[in-house]
């Protein structure tokens, strides 16, 4: 699982997975509940360049920015390799 915090917008956080280059499991924390579950089930197994080609530049009202395109952002950063990913919780305290 990846995270991004996002800026500008009502969202706190960004979670998704990557696997064979599309996007799974997308949950925003914060935010407009039902538009951003639905933009989780529009996105879920879309390749990640068609996210972006969709997505990157769409505003909120007045604002430079609005979760899709922080969400954009995210997998900007993912490629770029500016995130790392996290091991669930569950996981890590089972090793520990």
Do not use: H, W
Not at 18 to 25: F, P, Q, R
Not at 35 to 59: C, F, H, P, W, Y
Request: net charge neutral.
């Amino acid at each position: 699982m990846y995270t991004y915090e996002p800026e500008g917008v009502c969202a706190k956080k960004i979670a998704f997975e990557i696997e064979n280059s599309t996007v799974k499991n997308l949950v925003f924390t914060g935010g407009c509940p039902g538009n951003l579950l639905g933009i989780g089930q529009l996105v879920e197994g879309m390749a990640v360049d068609e996210v972006i080609s969709r997505l990157k530049g769409i505003t909120c009202g007045r604002k430079a920015t609005s979760c899709p395109d922080q969400l954009v952002a995210a997998l900007e950063a993912f490629r770029a390799g500016k995130l790392r990913q996290e091991t669930p919780a569950v996981f890590s305290a089972m090793a520990g």
